[in-house]
């Protein structure tokens, strides 16, 4: 039924890595001097278009802009703050050792290389690792208040994965505040007129000449006008691919969209199937949901996660006839301390995640539906109260002293975190524990880049969450602002130069050529043809179909019948899309229901490949979970003998028939172990 | 839960706007505001109808992209949430809920429930930033120690989201607020203090060029602001622009 992998017979020469020579330490210094340059004077004859105002595109757009290009952003929010980034919690991770408790950008590296279950490319992580800590000196220059300590300087806390504090962070809001702070910077630059802001405008199409990279085509929401921008480099930073479930905890207009289309003009897309399910967010409710809710991962570090030890008290607890302060503590069952010792309940996000669902499935979950563990602050609350009242010589032996004084610690630290569930859910989680169940949260995989971070395309380059190259398998806590920052200033601007220096006699890119003029063409078909079906189902409806199909075979854990069914479901809600969707209104208005209906046209596509993807790597590692591929006790069996490979997808015309090349993943500096957490 | 609505609705920017009454039957106390008004616009679509364009995007409080004046309050009748953090809950079986668009000259209607926020984005560009380069070759970051009250005083400030809450509550239109919020983030930093006198006179010119209102202390935008930003910005700036 058209399901046989259809692998490249040799290894794609388009498929080189460009990892430079030599010593692991020394490959980026040596490669940043040794690539060419664009001097000041020809570097305002060129033109970048920088798609996505994230950490990664809004960096990368005002750290060009400052080297002197000229520079186009796009982004489809109604301003360039507005990009998800802005919903991160926890923190940024960065190896300063301000604790003194033994980090090294060794350490960084070699706990995110792990994290991500040797899935991920060496020389890349490495880097990431070595410029972490420049992220958080250029941050505070630009205003960003992170959290201090009495002293006055930066404060740090932990997250899952790993045994030192190296996370900065800005209360439960750090996203905000590193997107506010490259934002300014952004907005430097538009002030000085070296960049141009397209807001409220997606881009629609790649366009191609010559085999290069020379524009887009955009759509301006507001009027529905299309247009063309030319350019000498385009660069992707249009994040990740979480939306494809439906319900996620991306923001509603997060899409595939730009990765998409550059997919489908030649860009190798990248082990689709490497999504990550947070652990820690707020269950579904019903089914007219539209959004789940993180609760950061920060939580973990004072929160334990625990299930009733009775299958009966479980019950009770779900019909409300036992209140969760009641289970005695000898009557918990908190599974991470139990399976994972040394890291409790700070392990990796993955391994968190199957663990609850492991319980919930078991028939122990806590919530109506059944999807749901406890996360509970009793006992922080408690500690921090006592050595409160210590402190204060207050009576420790009174638990309404301390526990108040406890409350307010817990306060301190995750105020708006609380306030954010007690709003949703209408419950104290200072006063009864959070119920938590794991939601779509991240995507590791992504368009493929090379060291550079070019794509298979020549002059389109990818950054940030859209792209593959540093989470492997499963990210880390704290490392997505890591990379985002990472790429956008201090990698793309000096790769993207070597590529540049060959433009400096280009001159302007005419946007009145045929090329445009195709792209543009096929776009209006596309619209005209959603305009003029009057269907009877609505976006939604399709939308959240594909969401529930990948949620189910290939959400948590995936096995071969499941992913098979999974495929041939969605080629068939791909076909009653193209026949029934409905959207209403014209193309030349604002129309947010024809914007939903392009974006989930390449959902539909993507969750194929997804699935195609799922159903190749027979192996669990990671976010990626084989039921046939286990230990015995359930944790996630690996195969680096037949795996050990970045699977990019080339797309051959036919959606159907992906043609699939690897990138053998060799690790010079690193031994290659199974990952435990016991 | 029954809901009876009274939504303002304009087809574009230049057209004249009008109320129209809906009425919803199937509504749950969990569902959010916004899910309330996505089960509105799945009934509109399916009756061949145009369906209610309201901005969102987080969904979660943080993005700031969602607005609406609920019953005559911006981001409705709870303290310290924006829109997407209301829930129907709220508010009782047979209850009748006015919504319009934040309004004031400074944030033109695009469609229904959006506006254009633009004005924002112009006055941060008029001097919202800290120039330095993004060069990675500053100082270390602990280079310089900053008072834990300064650097939180300063996060207070900064954790305004740009929806315009502020300017939709006030009887003047003024975004005071909002400008004074970015004013004192980096005016209470060391980094910041560097071009305070400029960026808070240039900050002002932008917003008075815009036609944002002036302040009249009657304190309804920190009452409404859901990230809760003090009125003490606005005396912050106030005194950082005389003394400029």
């Known amino acids: 039924m058209g399901l046989e992998i259809n692998t490249a017979k040799k290894t794609s020469i388009k498929l080189s890595s460009k990892v430079p020579q030599g010593k692991l330490s020394d490959k980026w210094t040596t490669h940043k001097s040794r690539i060419r340059l664009v001097s000041p004077a020809n570097k305002r004859n060129i033109d970048i278009i920088v798609v996505g105002t994230g950490l990664a595109g809004g960096s990368a757009a005002a750290t060009l802009a400052e080297l002197g290009y000229n520079v186009k952003a796009f982004c489809f929010q109604d301003s360039a703050r507005r990009a998800h980034s802005i919903a991160a919690q926890g923190g940024i991770n960065a190896a300063k050792n301000y604790v003194g408790d033994g980090d090294s950008v060794y350490r960084l590296f070699y706990d995110t290389i792990k994290g991500g279950d040797y899935r991920s490319r060496e020389a890349n992580v490495y880097r990431l690792a070595e410029v972490s800590s420049n992220i958080i000196d250029q941050c505070v220059a630009q205003g960003v208040p992170f959290a201090r300590d009495y002293g006055g300087l930066l404060d740090n806390r932990s997250f899952g994965g790993v045994q030192v504090s190296r996370t900065f962070y800005a209360k439960g809001q750090t996203g905000q505040q590193l997107q506010l702070g490259c934002y300014s910077a952004l907005n430097r630059q538009i002030a000085r007129g070296k960049v141009k802001m397209y807001s409220r405008h997606e881009m629609m199409d790649l366009v191609l000449i010559n085999g290069k990279a020379r524009g887009i085509i955009a759509r301006d929401l507001v009027t529905g006008q299309l247009q063309r921008h030319g350019a000498h480099a385009v660069v992707i930073a249009s994040g990740g691919y979480g939306n494809v479930f439906y319900l996620s905890t991306n923001a509603m207009g997060s899409n595939v969209s730009a990765g998409w289309k550059i997919y489908k003009k030649g860009a190798f897309f990248a082990n689709p199937c490497f999504t990550q399910i947070h652990p820690t967010c707020i269950p579904v409710s019903g089914t007219y949901q539209s959004k789940l809710t993180l609760m950061s991962e920060s939580l973990r570090n004072d929160g334990r996660i625990w299930v009733p030890k009775s299958i009966q008290d479980a019950k009770m607890i779900r019909e409300n006839q036992l209140a969760p302060t009641d289970v005695p503590e000898e009557q918990r069952d908190y599974f991470l301390e139990r399976r994972y010792p040394a890291f409790g309940n700070l392990v990796p996000r993955d391994v968190a995640s199957r663990a609850a669902k492991e319980r919930c499935d078991a028939g122990y979950g806590v919530n109506i539906t059944g999807d749901a563990v406890f996360l509970d602050f009793h006992s922080a609350i408690k500690r921090y109260g006592k050595e409160q009242a210590h402190l204060t010589g207050l009576d420790e032996t009174n638990p309404e002293i301390y526990m108040d004084l406890g409350r307010k610690v817990i306060k301190s630290k995750y105020g708006n975190l609380f306030q954010m569930y007690e709003k949703i859910v209408d419950q104290n989680p200072y006063y009864t524990p959070m119920k938590i169940y794991p939601a779509v949260h991240y995507t590791m995989g992504g368009v493929w880049v090379d060291y550079n971070l070019m794509t298979t395309i020549d002059g389109c380059f990818c950054i940030g969450e859209a792209n593959f190259s540093d989470h492997g398998a499963n990210r880390l806590g704290a490392s997505a602002l890591m990379q985002g920052l990472a790429d956008g200033y201090f990698v793309l601007p000096y790769t993207i130069g070597d590529y540049l220096a060959d433009d400096i006699r280009t001159g302007p890119i005419s946007t009145d050529t045929k090329e445009f003029e195709e792209a543009e063409d096929q776009i209006k078909t596309q619209i005209d043809r959603f305009i003029k079906q009057k269907g009877s189902k609505s976006v939604d409806y399709f939308h959240k179909t594909l969401g529930r199909i990948i949620w189910d075979f290939c959400g948590m854990s995936r096995n071969e019948k499941g992913l098979k069914g999974a495929v041939q479901k969605i080629r068939n809600l791909r076909e009653d899309f193209y026949k029934n969707v409905s959207v209403p209104g014209t193309s030349e208005q604002y129309n947010e229901e024809l914007a939903k209906a392009c974006r989930v046209a390449d959902f539909l596509e993507l969750g194929e490949l997804m699935a195609i993807d799922a159903l190749n790597r027979t192996e669990s590692c990671g976010g990626h979970f084989r039921e046939e591929s286990q230990t015995k006790q359930g944790e996630a069996l690996r195969d680096d003998e037949n795996f050990m490979y970045v699977a990019a997808w080339e797309h051959t015309g036919d959606l159907q028939n992906p043609l699939l090349h690897k990138e053998e993943l060799k690790f010079q500096e690193i031994e290659v172990k199974s990952r435990s957490y016991k | ?244």
């Open chain 2, 1 to 244: 839960m029954k809901i009876k609505l009274k939504i303002w609705r304009q087809e574009d920017s230049k057209s004249k706007g009008r109320f129209v009454r809906y009425a919803l039957d199937s509504i749950t106390p969990e569902m959010s505001f916004l899910e309330m008004l996505d089960v509105l616009n799945e009934q509109l679509i399916s009756s061949g109808d145009i369906p209610v364009a309201f901005d969102h995007d987080c969904r979660e409080g943080i993005c700031g992209t969602c607005s609406l004046f609920i019953n005559g309050r911006a981001h409705g009748p709870d303290r310290l949430v924006t829109t997407c953090q209301l829930h129907m809950r709220r508010f009782n079986d047979g209850d009748t809920i006015v919504i319009e668009p934040f309004r004031s000259k400074a944030f033109p209607v695009i469609k229904d429930l959006v506006v254009d926020r633009s004005s924002f984005d112009r006055i941060q560009q008029s001097g919202g930033y800290i120039s330095i380069n993004t060069s990675g070759n500053t100082q270390d970051a602990n280079a310089i120690a900053i008072p834990k009250a300064d650097a939180d005083r300063s996060f207070e400030a900064a954790t305004c989201i740009g929806c315009g809450a502020c300017v939709a509550a006030c009887k003047n239109a003024s975004a005071m607020l909002f400008v004074s919020a970015k004013v004192s983030q980096y005016a209470l930093l060391p980094q910041g203090k560097v071009e305070a006198k400029n960026r808070v006179k240039n900050m002002v010119a932008q917003m008075d060029l815009e036609g944002f209102g002036n302040c009249s202390n009657t304190g309804a935008c920190e009452i409404e602001c859901p990230k809760g930003i003090s009125l003490e910005n606005i005396a912050r700036m106030n005194r950082e622009y005389l003394f400029g």
